[in-house]
């Protein structure tokens, strides 16, 4: 069974940084696909940034939305089943609640339907 478990949000002064975890299990030796997406209040929910995770481990390739391209990084660690989202300056529109999901087969895009598996969503607030 998949699961996916956010952690790391919090409050922080603009300009700050945060980094927000993804516990990742119940994949195999396959390929699959890690997002990040958020929502604003009363707004869709959006795409931030994805990894794709090759034969179970091997980052293939990462993507970002263009509003946080140059700020944030996405990134995993095999040892310990976590993808990572480092979110660097911080701007108050970043405010959001932020889920991290999951593609399996693997997905090159950030279209919500493509993601099968959803975490519970931390929420990120950005003071000004």
């Known amino acids: 069974e998949v699961q996916l478990v956010e952690s790391g949000g919090g409050l922080v002064q603009a300009g700050g940084s945060l980094r927000l975890s993804c516990s990742v299990s119940?994949?195999?030796?396959?390929?699959?696909?890690i997002g990040w997406f958020r929502q604003f209040p009363g707004k869709e929910r959006e795409g931030v940034s994805y990894?794709?995770?090759?034969?179970?481990?091997?980052?293939?390739?990462?993507y970002y939305a263009a509003s946080v391209k140059g700020r944030f990084i996405v990134s995993r660690d095999n040892a310990k089943n976590m993808v990572y989202l480092q979110m660097n300056s911080l701007k108050s529109e970043d405010t959001a609640v932020y889920y991290c999901?999951?593609?399996?087969?693997?997905?090159?895009?950030?279209?919500?339907?493509?993601?099968?598996?959803w975490g519970q969503g931390t929420q990120v607030t950005v003071s000004s």
């Open positions: 119940g994949f195999g030796f396959e390929d699959y696909s």
């Open positions: 990894v794709t995770i090759r034969n179970g481990g091997s980052v293939d390739s990462t």
């Open positions: 999901a999951a593609a399996r087969p693997l997905a090159q895009s950030l279209l919500i339907d493509e993601y099968d598996y």
